[in-house]
């Protein structure tokens, strides 16, 4: 007799296109903070957040209760019709935060990819310039302007067809392979000769830390060399904040650990704890370039979403998720070196706060221990550009005999590939 996931498998099979692909063969039913439950009752410790989107946990009683409010008032309107406060409010508070020199001003949007998007057309209205130049290795999105930008071909721009123009990538300091910061910065100087001028360069745009490329955190003397490349040129500097965002690294966001500031911010996943909603914040005179009615969306900022997100910023500041991020990212970190030195297979453990990834020699090492991993109940994601590495992205909310327990389960899983 087939059991509920598999029966649900041939059904998706079925009704689905192949390329909406699955990690897991089972589906899940219930969630509560770090625990998943599927259709046949077996739960997992949940280590992957639905891709960094659950800082705060699945089902946080605040957001939870933020929701339920909303939804007795009014659960759409479209706010570029009929406009409402907690979009507004929201605005202001993150306002506050973000870091930005000067004055800030912040737009909504539904995805990440979207808010990447507008960054752009925001970009190009306040520069009257085109050229975008992203990084390798990069994930910014699935939409055609993202999938330009995403420095990876397999699986998100094969087949596709051509990309937008106006795209370059340089060269992101990595120092597993060699690629250092003047390396970094000699490849931005190798497009401005051979392929755009700086003059034409609307963007810079980069992710503080590389969320699918590996979790590659990008050095203080490149982020401050990118800044002074881009005041001398006049080209903006956008970061990328998708992942990196509310908490994860420590900080509410990542650009805090420099000393630098970028012009624009991008952020969705974890600013509305699961539900869909994104932004893009940046200085007042830049945010401002656009006309009337060049932003927007149909369900741009939905109130619901926007009542999630003022839960989540109350949760991290009454909760002190960024300190607990701290605190449990440098736990995890000494576990992963603890274990690095009986295992010949781990080539490099890198991050920050929370936002740690650990490096294999191989991508089967890696798609085995997330193998092994999840039978023993322990739900992992995998990254970078050959799928070497294992990233940790477990809700900030996990109690911690639970992060213990699934320290414990990765111990024994990685005991088992420790000699490659």
Same mark, same amino acid.
């Given at each position: ?5 598999s ?44 891709i ?19 939804l ?20 202001e508070?993150?306002n506050?935060v ?5 004055k800030?001003?912040t ?7 979207e ?6 057309k925001i ?8 050229g975008?130049?992203t990084f390798?290795n ?10 330009a930008?995403?420095?990876?071909v397999?699986?998100?721009k094969r ?5 937008p123009?106006?795209v ?10 060699g690629?250092t ?22 963007a810079?745009v980069l ?12 050095p203080?003397e490149?982020?401050a060399?990118?800044r002074?490349?881009?005041d ?7 970061a ?6 509310f908490?994860?690294?420590g900080k ?10 970028p ?7 974890s ?7 994104s932004a893009?914040s940046?200085? &007042?005179?830049i945010? $401002?370039a656009?006309?009337? /009615?060049? #932003?927007?969306? *149909? ?6 979403? @926007?009542?999630?997100a003022?839960a989540?910023?109350?949760?991290i ?11 449990l990212g ?10 690095r030195?009986?295992n ?5 453990i890198?991050g920050?706060?929370?936002?740690v990834?650990?490096e294999?020699t191989?991508a089967q090492?890696?798609? &085995?221990?997330?193998? $092994?991993?999840m039978?023993? /109940?322990? #739900?992992?994601? *995998?990254?970078g550009?050959?799928?070497?590495v @294992? ?7 996990i109690p ?6 699934a320290?414990?389960i990765l111990?024994?899983v ?5 000699n490659?």
């Amino acid at each position: 007799m087939q059991g509920k996931n598999s029966q649900l498998q041939q059904r998706k099979d079925d009704a689905l296109p192949r390329g909406t692909g699955n990690l897991c063969q089972w589906y899940v039913e219930q969630a509560e903070n770090a625990t998943l439950r599927d259709v046949e009752g077996n739960s997992w410790i949940d280590f992957a957040g639905g891709i960094a989107v659950l800082n705060t946990g699945h089902r946080h009683p605040r957001i939870v209760q933020a929701v339920a409010e909303q939804l007795t008032k009014f659960t759409h309107t479209a706010f570029q019709v009929t406009p409402y406060e907690s979009y507004v409010a929201l605005a202001e508070r993150i306002n506050r935060v973000v870091p930005i020199a000067g004055k800030a001003k912040t737009a909504f949007f539904s995805t990440g990819a979207e808010a990447v998007e507008n960054a752009v057309k925001i970009a190009r209205a306040a520069t009257r310039r085109h050229g975008i130049i992203t990084f390798g290795n990069a994930f910014h999105g699935r939409t055609f302007m993202t999938m330009a930008m995403t420095g990876k071909v397999a699986p998100y721009k094969r087949d596709f067809g051509p990309m937008p123009a106006s795209v370059w990538h340089a060269r992101y300091p990595n120092s597993v392979t060699g690629i250092t910061t003047d390396a970094a910065l000699a490849s931005l100087q190798d497009i401005f000769t051979q392929d755009i001028a700086p003059h034409d360069v609307a963007a810079i745009v980069l992710e503080p830390v590389q969320g699918e490329g590996g979790f590659h955190v990008a050095p203080p003397e490149f982020m401050a060399a990118l800044r002074q490349l881009a005041d001398e040129h006049g080209i903006l500097l956008i970061a990328d904040e998708v992942q990196s965002g509310f908490a994860r690294t420590g900080k509410i966001f990542a650009m805090e650990h420099y000393s630098v500031k970028p012009d624009l911010i991008t952020m969705a996943k974890s600013l509305a704890g699961g539900m869909p909603l994104s932004a893009v914040s940046g200085r &007042a005179e830049i945010m $401002d370039a656009p006309g009337p /009615g060049g #932003l927007g969306g *149909t369900y741009a900022g939905n109130p619901l979403a @926007i009542a999630a997100a003022h839960a989540v910023l109350d949760i991290i500041a009454d909760e002190q998720l960024c300190e607990r991020s701290a605190r449990l990212g440098a736990q995890l970190n000494d576990f992963l070196q603890g274990a690095r030195a009986n295992n010949t297979s781990i080539t490099d453990i890198r991050g920050l706060g929370s936002m740690v990834a650990v490096e294999f020699t191989s991508a089967q090492i890696a798609q &085995a221990i997330q193998q $092994d991993a999840m039978a023993r /109940g322990l #739900l992992l994601l *995998t990254c970078g550009p050959q799928g070497n590495v @294992i990233r940790f992205l477990y809700p900030l909310t996990i109690p911690d005999a639970q992060f213990s327990q699934a320290l414990d389960i990765l111990s024994a899983v990685m005991r088992q590939h420790q000699n490659g």
